[in-house]
């Protein structure tokens, strides 16, 4: 099993950054790849950003690129999402997620933090 907390969201003004973290514990974090994912009222979960065990590769939605950065420390057990320059449609849940396979897809995910919520104004 593993365990995954999210902090960092809040309220923030459009062109503003956050910064989430996502602690891991239980298995070895370094064995798994992490995503994040978010979800915004009636829509459904979407791809985010990902990251491989190693960090040393990393992917992104087209609607995040440029802005949203992903990276971990393997030595604290945390995966953090930097998001600069945020816009009102990025207000949603973000939740990171672990698992064996580095993929877009929530299916390919077996761990699963609570989120946290994030919200931009306009």
């Known amino acids: 099993q593993v365990q995954l907390v999210e902090s960092g969201g809040g309220l923030v003004q459009a062109g503003g950054s956050l910064r989430l973290s996502c602690a891991a514990s239980?298995?070895?974090?370094?064995?798994?790849?992490m995503g994040w994912f978010r979800q915004a009222p009636g829509k459904e979960r979407e791809f985010v950003a990902a990251?491989?065990?190693?960090?040393?590769?990393?992917w992104y939605s087209d609607s995040v690129k440029g802005r949203f950065t992903i990276s971990r420390d393997n030595v604290k057990n945390t995966v953090y999402l930097q998001m600069n320059s945020l816009k009102p449609e990025d207000t949603a849940v973000y939740s990171c997620a672990a698992g064996r396979m580095a993929s877009r897809s929530e299916h390919s995910y077996d761990y699963w933090g609570q989120g946290t919520q994030v919200t931009v104004s306009s």
């Open positions: 239980g298995r070895t974090f370094s064995n798994y790849n």
């Open positions: 990251i491989t065990w190693t960090g040393e590769i990393t």
